[in-house]
Every structure is written in C-alpha cells, then in structure tokens.
C-alpha cells in the first residue's frame, strides 16, 4: 500500500550534492513530490525536506540507502502527526471584472494571504499554509482563470524539542 513519506536530511551544502541524490531516488524509480533545500544550523549544511509516494518496505530502503551517500550527515522520516510543515505558493490570477478584484481580496484575506502584485488585468497573491491549504485555496479560485502557479514544495521540523542530531566536523556553528 503506497502512503506518503516526509523526509528530512542534513548534508552538506556543496555544488553536486543535490544532483547525487536526486539522481538516487531517480535509479530506484522513485518520482519526489516535493523537495526543498535551505540552509541550516551548522555551517555549509543544509537541510533538504523530500516528500515521496511508495509502499514501506521500499521507502524504508531508499531512506535507508540516502542515510549511507558520503554527502548525507543524517537523515529521519518525519511523524506528520508530529510535524510543522509549511509551503508557500504563488499564484497569478486573471482579472475580467472589477468585482473579480474584490472577491479574490476576500478569498486571500480568508487564507491569510496577502496580495503581492496587482496589474490591471491579473493579480498575484501568496499563501502559506500546509499543501491542503494551498490545494483549497487554488481550488475556490480556478473559476478566475489562473495564469500561473510558483509552488515552493513542503518545508518541515518535527514539534518540540527533537531535532535532527548534526554530526560535529570541526566546523563552526552559526
């Protein structure tokens, strides 16, 4: 039985990396949902959050092959009962009538967006929320017309005071 899997890893923030493991999932034939990459706590890591689709016994082996690449300073399944997770969308909407300006207003200010761009046929608004969030959001605007859609991919840490332990190279900390 597919279900969806949130992994979290720390590795090293260096050109190829990315490539490497990308390239992992790709040979196993594993399709990423999702996948963001900022910087973190230590110094030249970063974290990535890849959100995949597959059975257990699979996902746990490719989690497992990931947790083995010399890049990979550690990796965990996140529990998303246990989890923050986050994504930020942007979407262009068209504009036909002046009420369409209003309504859209309305519907952003109801999610908690804001309204980045206004020109006088579209407009821009971002939201943050989980990707149900987004998905509803994008949803209850589709009658508009939309134009274009910029997702980031999910973003996540687990709640409380657990975190992904960084192994200490001699490297600095922030």
Same mark, same amino acid.
């Given at each position: 039985?597919?279900?969806?899997?949130?992994?979290?890893?720390?590795?090293?923030?260096?050109?190829?990396?990315?490539?490497?493991?990308?390239?992992?999932?790709?040979?196993?034939?594993?399709?990423?949902?999702?996948?963001?990459?900022?910087?973190?706590?230590?110094?030249?890591?970063?974290?990535?959050?890849?959100?995949?689709?597959?059975?257990?016994?699979?996902?746990?082996?490719?989690?497992?092959?990931?947790?083995?690449?010399?890049?990979?300073?550690?990796?965990?399944?996140?529990?998303?009962?246990?989890?923050?997770?986050?994504?930020?969308?942007?979407?262009?909407?068209?504009?036909?009538?002046?009420?369409? +300006?209003?309504?859209?207003?309305?519907?952003?200010?109801?999610?908690?967006?804001?309204?980045?761009?206004?020109?006088?046929?579209?407009?821009?608004?971002?939201?943050?929320?989980?990707?149900?969030?987004?998905?509803?959001?994008?949803?209850?605007?589709? +009658?508009?017309?939309?134009?274009?859609?910029?997702?980031?991919?999910?973003?996540?840490?687990?709640?409380?005071?657990?975190?992904?332990?960084?192994?200490?190279?001699?490297?600095?900390?922030?």
């Amino acid at each position: 039985m597919e279900k969806n899997y949130l992994i979290s890893a720390i590795v090293e923030h260096k050109p190829g990396v990315l490539h490497k493991i990308a390239n992992m999932f790709s040979r196993r034939g594993f399709n990423i949902d999702s996948l963001s990459v900022g910087d973190t706590v230590g110094k030249n890591l970063a974290r990535m959050t890849i959100t995949i689709k597959g059975d257990e016994p699979t996902a746990e082996q490719l989690i497992r092959q990931l947790g083995k690449l010399i890049d990979v300073i550690n990796v965990t399944t996140l529990d998303p009962q246990r989890t923050v997770e986050r994504e930020l969308a942007l979407i262009k909407l068209k504009l036909s009538t002046p009420e369409d +300006r209003a309504t859209i207003m309305d519907y952003t200010n109801i999610f908690r967006g804001r309204v980045v761009d206004v020109a006088t046929d579209s407009v821009i608004v971002e939201i943050t929320g989980t990707p149900d969030k987004m998905n509803a959001f994008i949803n209850l605007t589709l +009658r508009f017309g939309i134009i274009e859609i910029a997702r980031t991919g999910i973003t996540a840490l687990s709640r409380g005071p657990e975190s992904i332990p960084i192994e200490n190279k001699g490297e600095e900390k922030w």
